[in-house]
């Protein structure tokens, strides 16, 4: 299973980065996936996640209305559309694989990680 990410950078207050992730090694339409971010100092925290199918998804609440999660199964990718982005968006985001189709909020549940990408956002 190998997951690998792409998009970041740096970027204004109010811009807009889009984050991608490209897999191989896994089936990738039988599992959910996700969006995690770590700040330096702080803990990894949930951002988003999208089911198998794609026709369910759920967000942080800190990043609802701004985010925007999706996958193309038939090119192996999951997207993250990130608008009006804050400086509190700042940090490393990894994108994860879970174990079955449904849901999670949880980085417990997903066992497939990525090495991340940095997004740091400017004031």
């Known amino acids: 299973v190998h997951l690998v990410e792409s998009g970041g950078g740096l970027v204004q207050a109010g811009g807009s980065l889009r984050l991608s992730c490209a897999y191989s090694g896994f089936t990738f339409d039988d599992y959910a996936i996700g969006w995690f971010r770590q700040a330096p100092g702080k803990e990894r925290e949930f951002v988003a996640s999208?089911?198998?199918?794609?026709?369910?998804?759920i967000y942080a609440d800190s990043v609802k209305g701004r985010f925007t999660i999706a996958r193309d199964n038939a090119k192996k990718s999951m997207y993250l559309q990130m608008n009006s982005l804050k400086p509190e968006d700042t940090g490393v985001y990894h994108c994860?694989?879970?174990?079955?189709?449904?849901?999670?909020?949880?980085?417990?549940?997903?066992?497939?990680w990525g090495q991340g990408t940095q997004v740091t956002v400017s004031s």
């Open positions: 999208i089911s198998w199918s794609g026709r369910n998804t």
């Open positions: 994860a694989r879970r174990s079955v189709g449904v849901l999670s909020t949880s980085s417990v549940d997903f066992s497939s």
